[in-house]
């Protein structure tokens, strides 16, 4: 009698069932977590520093004189906004550094076009304006006061030549790095003029136009600072400068404040309208 070996007389195989594989974060996601690090990061360091500085001026560490407490700052930050001066300078910095902001990113824009459009052109002025991005704007300041008088045109004028710079020489960097294959493609598909320069050339270079809006922000609203601070006769920076001079460091201090908390709002406006601009370019 003969035995047959069959199937059964096999061990059973064991199939083990494949790793469930684990979903990657969206790029919604993962931009969402990256702003809620950064955000946290930020507030914590801020308190931080907070709180080490009043531990340090009610301990003693250092006198009133060099920096106050951060109670006392904010005690007086609560009296400046029960006062029509303060709001008077805050609606004229406000006014400075929208328009700075306004006319030097679009100026800049347009330069960085037309020197991607005109390479000739681009090669002469790209140096120049090298070379003035390295040079404080604030020295032609005397003459910006010769040329338009002591106003807020003068500072409007100089800052927004210096938002003006970053943002065309980033545009004009995005562009003139943008692949080649882009724009025969666009030739291939006969786009027009203006659909590659808005669907194609522009989205391109987002990354690096993102970036001078970015410096232009900053740029504008430090140019109109400084300019303020020099010989302006109005505005947060003249009101810090005159309390400097008058020896009223805990006021002073109180509109440092205003100018940071200006500034990080600048930052979370800047943040929506990058997300904004460079919307599904990872999705």
């Known amino acids: 009698m003969t035995t047959s070996i069959t199937a059964t007389d096999d061990p059973p195989m064991q199939t083990t069932p494949p790793h469930a594989a684990t979903p990657e974060p969206t790029p919604r996601r993962r931009r969402f977590g990256d702003l809620a690090i950064g955000v946290g990061s930020t507030v914590g360091l801020v308190l931080l520093f907070t709180v080490l500085a009043e531990i340090g001026s009610r301990a003693g560490w250092w006198s009133d004189h060099v920096l106050?407490?951060?109670?006392?700052?904010?005690?007086?930050l609560g009296r400046l906004l029960t006062e029509p001066q303060f709001w008077l300078d805050a609606q004229r910095t406000g006014i400075?550094?929208?328009?700075?902001i306004l006319f030097g990113c679009f100026l800049g824009f347009v330069a960085?076009?037309?020197?991607?459009?005109?390479?000739?052109?681009?090669?002469?002025?790209?140096?120049?304006?090298?070379?003035?991005?390295?040079?404080?704007?604030?020295?032609?300041?005397?003459?910006?006061?010769v040329l338009v008088g002591i106003n807020a045109m003068s500072v409007i004028i100089l800052a927004t030549i210096m938002a003006a710079i970053p943002m065309a020489l980033n545009t004009a960097v995005g562009l003139?790095?943008?692949?080649?294959?882009?724009?025969?493609?666009?030739?291939?598909?006969?786009?027009?003029?203006?659909?590659?320069?808005?669907?194609i050339a522009i989205p391109a270079a987002g990354p690096y136009i993102v970036a001078g809006l970015?410096?232009?922000?900053?740029?504008?609203?430090?140019?109109?600072?400084?300019?303020?601070?020099?010989?302006?006769?109005?505005?947060?920076?003249?009101?810090?400068?005159?309390?400097?001079?008058i020896f009223d460091n805990t006021e002073m201090f109180a509109y440092i404040v205003v100018v940071l908390l200006l500034s990080c709002l600048l930052t979370l406006v800047l943040a929506a309208v990058e997300r904004l601009l460079l919307r599904g370019r990872n999705s």
């Open 176 to 199: 003139n790095q943008m692949p080649a294959v882009y724009l025969k493609l666009a030739r291939s598909l006969r786009a027009s003029p203006r659909q590659t320069l808005f669907a």
């Open 112 to 145: 960085g076009l037309l020197f991607w459009k005109v390479p000739l052109l681009g090669r002469v002025f790209e140096p120049y304006l090298v070379s003035f991005y390295a040079v404080p704007l604030v020295l032609f300041y005397p003459v910006m006061i």
């Open 214 to 245: 970015r410096l232009g922000v900053v740029y504008a609203l430090i140019g109109t600072i400084a300019m303020e601070f020099t010989t302006a006769q109005a505005g947060l920076g003249y009101r810090i400068r005159y309390l400097y001079e």
């Open 96 to 100: 400075e550094v929208s328009l700075s």
């Open 68 to 76: 106050p407490a951060p109670s006392v700052i904010f005690t007086a």
